[in-house]
Each structure stands twice: as C-alpha cells, then as structure tokens.
C-alpha cells in the first residue's frame, strides 16, 4: 500500500488507519514523505513506530507525487500494490474482497468502484456520487480491451487508487508514473492494460475520494484540479486524449464510436483550457488567446477527433459552431463565460452527477 505524503498532517491518519482497519491483515504500508515542512514526516514516522506494517520512505528533496509513487514502488514487497492518496480512505473489506478475487481468479489487475465525496471545512459532506463497475471476470485481451472505455466513460479507468496492480507484471513491462502536474494516473494505466490479459472487476466502492471546499461566507471553493493553476494544463491533457486513441488504435477498435466518445473528451479539454487561458497567471492577452484557438484548429488531435463530434452540451456546440464558420469569438466567449462562473459560483463545478449527502451512498451491496 503506496501513499505519498506532502503536508497532509490534517489527514494522514484517517488516511492510514482505514488500510489499518482491514479486514484483511497481510499488507505492508509505505508511506513515502515528499520533503513535507508540517508535521506529516513525525505524524508518519509515529504511525510506524506503533505498527510494524507501517514503513517510511523519507524523500530529501521534493519530487512530486509521481516520483513519490515511484520511490513506494521500488521499495515494494508485497506480491500486488495498491495507492492511496493522503486526504482519501478506504473502506474495511476493500482488500479482503481483492484477496478472495484474486484467489478464485488470479489477475494481474483488480478494478473497484468508488464514493466521491464533496466535504465542506468544517469535515461535513455536501454531496455524494457512488460510482460502481459489474462483477466481471476479464480473461483474455479479447474480453479486456473492449472494456478500457467503458471504465473511462464511467470516470473509473485513469485512477490508481482503485486498482490493485500485480508488481511482477509492473516490473516485467517496466512500467512507472511519470513525473507531471497531472494525469499521471492515466497514463500510467494506459502503459499498464497496453498489453495485459486479465482483470477482476468488483461491484464495491471500496475508496472514498475526497474533494474538499472551503467556505467563505454563502461561497465555497472546491479545492480540485479544476482549480489549481496548471500552466502546462493544455498539452498533458491533450496528451492524455492522444494516449486513449493511440491505445484504441493499436488495439484495432478505433471506430467511429469511439473517436467519437473520445472528441467529447477533448472537448471538454479545450473548455478547461480556453478558461485557463483567462486567468491572469496564464499572461494572456486577448491577442495571445485567439492564437491559442488557431493553433487548437490546426492541431492534428482536432482534425482526427472533431470531425466525429457530436456534442450535445451547447458549450461544446459553440465551439464547433466557430471552428466550422472559421469564427473565433465563440470560443473566446465559452473561455470568458466559464471563466467567470467558476470565480464567482465555484460550487457549480462539482460534479453534475453529485447528489445531496443521504448517509447511504457507499453502503455494502
């Protein structure tokens, strides 16, 4: 069980003590500290001390969280790794049920659903949404790969932490998370299931992925990559959209359907990016951003993808709308408008499909 660490004192310990509470109790406990300066490195280096399991890899310099990752993974013993991230948990049977499944099918990869939860400062849940995935056994490539977009569609095949991944087979293909400000995850999965032939699916969410907002008076800020500021934003996304489709490509399932599923993708990308650009850190004048979405035209990713499209979102709408009449103010426009919205109604960038707390989400089924 891989964590990275970097000044996650607040959360560290529900973190770890819900791997601690397994049901299933053979497991060792890497928590790796990416140069913290709070408390995380003593808060770790206490939990060891009163468990063996727990052991601490102390990094000297800060490397991010892939290469913190990476550093869990070379000193992994265990015969499959597991992530978790530090402001996350896991719920109690979650590793018992990937034992039983492993060992009535062994697989070099179990897959499980998920709760994401939307938690003010004060630690209470505002929302809710339970993700799940079929009890499924994958034997085969011809059975897995036609799979990969269904966990992609569902927002369940980029994570690492709902994956339990057979470390020989990482170490057989030689397979590691790349240092970038995001979507390690992905592409780590995508260099992972490239060639691999097996995969249990579990119909459990077993992990609690936590978001959390700050309150400000009547507003919150969610605290999520749609907030951060990413200057390298626009080609790692890109990237990850041009990983999916070579992906299907070498697979041989680059259909119109899923160049398709894979332009809403992109799409949804290039929203995030046009509102990126407006903000004052990314040093973008108007000018700057019409030469942005020239360059988006003549990229080989929109050519490939876009003539596919066919969105239903009217946002997305508008920017096919401009591209087609070769007009670049609708663009700018969704870039503006979007921009807007989320620096004064933060709250409406929670996930569409979350749902009020009902205390029920994320029961056994």
Request: charge should be positive; include cysteine; hydrophobic fraction near 40%.
């Amino acid at each position: 069980m891989i964590i990275p660490i970097y000044n996650a004192e607040k959360t560290l310990a529900e973190a770890v003590h819900s791997v601690l509470a397994q049901t299933f109790a053979d497991f060792e406990i890497l928590l790796v500290d990416d140069a913290s300066t709070d408390g995380s490195r003593e808060a770790a280096l206490a939990m060891a001390r009163e468990d063996s399991r727990v052991q601490v890899v102390l990094l000297q310099k800060n490397a991010g969280a892939g290469r913190a990752r990476n550093a869990g993974i070379r000193s992994a013993r265990g015969e499959y790794l597991m992530f978790l991230d530090a402001d996350d948990a896991f719920l109690p049977e979650l590793m018992q049920r990937v034992v039983d499944s492993l060992e009535e099918h062994p697989a070099q990869a179990v897959c499980w659903g998920l709760v994401e939860e939307y938690r003010e400062e004060n630690g209470r849940i505002a929302a809710r949404k339970e993700v799940l995935c079929e009890n499924r056994v994958l034997d085969g490539r011809e059975e897995l790969r036609p799979l990969v977009m269904e966990l992609e569609r569902k927002g369940l095949y980029g994570y690492l932490w709902n994956k339990a991944y057979r470390a020989d087979y990482c170490r057989e293909i030689n397979v590691w998370i790349p240092s970038q400000s995001f979507n390690e995850d992905e592409m780590f999965n995508i260099a992972f299931f490239m060639d691999a032939d097996s995969l249990n699916l579990l119909a459990f969410a077993g992990t609690r992925y936590r978001k959390f907002c700050r309150s400000e008076g009547r507003k919150s800020k969610v605290q999520t990559l749609t907030h951060r500021y990413l200057p390298d934003y626009y080609p790692i996304a890109m990237g990850r959209v041009q990983a999916l489709l070579a992906q299907q490509e070498a697979w041989g399932r680059d259909t119109p359907k899923i160049r398709e599923e894979l332009a809403e993708i992109y799409l949804r990308y290039l929203t995030s990016a046009l509102e990126r650009n407006c903000d004052r850190r990314q040093r973008m004048n108007l000018w700057k951003r019409r030469r942005f979405v020239k360059m988006v035209w003549k990229s080989k990713l929109w050519r490939e993808l876009i003539p596919y499209a066919h969105p239903a979102h009217p946002v997305y709408r508008m920017i096919l709308t401009g591209s087609r009449y070769h007009m670049i103010w609708p663009s700018l426009t969704v870039g503006r408008a979007v921009h807007v919205v989320k620096k004064y109604r933060p709250d409406d960038f929670l996930r569409e499909a979350a749902v009020p707390d009902t205390g029920k989400a994320g029961q056994k089924r």
